[in-house]
């Protein structure tokens, strides 16, 4: 009998934060502006807070918006979510709690939070990050385990896995290796942020500002993107399309120090070389 290969689709979602103050503090794009921008070059939507506005204009031009949240309490799960549906997402990446809140009052938000979800007919994901009760693997796992013994279900999460690369210093070229616990819970995922990282930077250039990439960048990519994207694909049994979003923070953010190049034509670049390594992670199924 033929092996089931079910068809898988790849969705790159411009992070609105690479558009800050852009192209100039004094003078950036306007919503329309923006939205036409991103959608010149090739993204299929844009990642982004609950702005209606923006919502409307990549409505508009045929673009999705995929939303970007914290959420600290049960009280404000389901309310913060319909912000969010009424901006026009489905999928939403929610940062969740305090880097000090314990697992069992975590588990408490993360349950409002899908909860609320499957009433408003959306997906929230729990990101793995900094400063939230997700912010190394242990405390990501221990939750995720806590929630599949508590309700005999996977917990939707979204991994940026540039955090925990630099809490657990973790260097080339074992990237996935060290990175890829509870692979289960990655292959379910819908919503995954791609932000190239070393063991002691959480954000690295995609170029070197002439056209050249960055030898970190391809590093990242051949040790890191494309084993994670062909372990998702290979994970699949149905109909699957992920959402993808070369996370790049602008300067002043934290994240692109000064010496890095134009963030948005990076982020440009780092969707072709994301779509890319997606393709030869569906011809390695």
Same mark, same amino acid.
């Given at each position: 009998?033929?092996?089931?290969?079910?068809?898988?689709?790849?969705? $790159?979602?411009?992070?609105?934060?690479?558009?800050?103050?852009?192209?100039?503090?004094?003078?950036?794009?306007?919503?329309?502006?923006?939205? *036409? *921008?991103?959608?010149?070059?090739?993204?299929?939507? $844009?990642?982004?807070?609950?702005?209606?506005?923006?919502?409307?204009?990549?409505?508009?031009?045929?673009?999705?918006?995929?939303?970007?949240?914290?959420?600290?309490?049960? /009280?404000?799960?389901?309310?913060? %979510?319909?912000?969010?549906?009424?901006?026009?997402? +489905?999928?939403?990446?929610?940062?969740?709690?305090? +880097?000090?809140?314990?697992?069992?009052?975590?588990? *408490?938000?993360?349950?409002?939070?899908?909860?609320?979800?499957?009433?408003?007919? $959306?997906?929230?994901?729990?990101?793995?990050?900094?400063?939230?009760?997700?912010?190394?693997?242990?405390?990501?796992?221990? %939750?995720?385990?806590?929630?599949?013994?508590?309700?005999?279900?996977?917990?939707?999460?979204?991994?940026? +896995?540039? +955090?925990?690369?630099?809490?657990?210093?973790?260097?080339?070229?074992?990237?996935?290796?060290?990175?890829?616990?509870?692979?289960?819970?990655?292959?379910?995922?819908?919503?995954?942020?791609?932000?190239?990282?070393?063991?002691?930077?959480?954000?690295?250039?995609?170029?070197?500002?002439?056209?050249?990439?960055? /030898?970190?960048?391809? %590093?990242?990519?051949?040790?890191?993107?494309?084993?994670?994207?062909?372990?998702?694909?290979?994970?699949? /049994?149905?109909?699957?399309?992920?959402?993808?979003?070369?996370?790049?923070?602008?300067?002043?953010?934290?994240?692109?120090?000064?010496?890095?190049?134009?963030?948005?034509?990076?982020?440009?670049?780092?969707?072709?070389?994301?779509?890319?390594?997606?393709?030869?992670? %569906? /011809?390695?199924?």
């Amino acid at each position: 009998m033929a092996k089931f290969r079910p068809k898988l689709s790849i969705k $790159m979602m411009a992070a609105d934060w690479s558009l800050r103050d852009y192209p100039s503090e004094k003078r950036p794009w306007s919503v329309e502006a923006k939205v *036409k *921008k991103v959608k010149e070059a090739g993204f299929d939507g $844009m990642s982004a807070g609950a702005d209606p506005a923006l919502g409307r204009a990549l409505a508009k031009h045929g673009l999705e918006l995929v939303g970007g949240v914290d959420v600290g309490s049960v /009280r404000a799960a389901e309310p913060t %979510l319909k912000r969010f549906q009424d901006a026009g997402a +489905h999928h939403v990446n929610v940062q969740l709690c305090d +880097h000090d809140t314990s697992t069992a009052d975590a588990l *408490k938000v993360a349950r409002a939070v899908i909860v609320a979800g499957e009433k408003l007919g $959306m997906l929230p994901a729990i990101e793995v990050h900094r400063d939230t009760c997700t912010e190394t693997p242990e405390k990501a796992f221990a %939750l995720a385990s806590a929630y599949e013994k508590r309700y005999k279900k996977k917990l939707r999460m979204n991994f940026d +896995h540039s +955090h925990p690369a630099i809490i657990k210093q973790i260097r080339p070229p074992a990237y996935w290796n060290a990175l890829s616990g509870r692979s289960d819970i990655w292959r379910m995922s819908e919503l995954i942020h791609f932000r190239p990282f070393t063991g002691s930077h959480c954000q690295t250039p995609i170029t070197d500002g002439r056209g050249k990439l960055d /030898r970190d960048f391809v %590093l990242w990519r051949d040790g890191y993107l494309v084993p994670a994207l062909t372990s998702w694909a290979k994970g699949q /049994r149905g109909a699957r399309t992920l959402y993808a979003v070369p996370e790049l923070g602008p300067q002043g953010s934290g994240y692109a120090l000064a010496c890095f190049p134009d963030i948005w034509k990076d982020a440009i670049i780092a969707k072709d070389e994301i779509k890319k390594a997606w393709t030869r992670a %569906l /011809r390695a199924r």
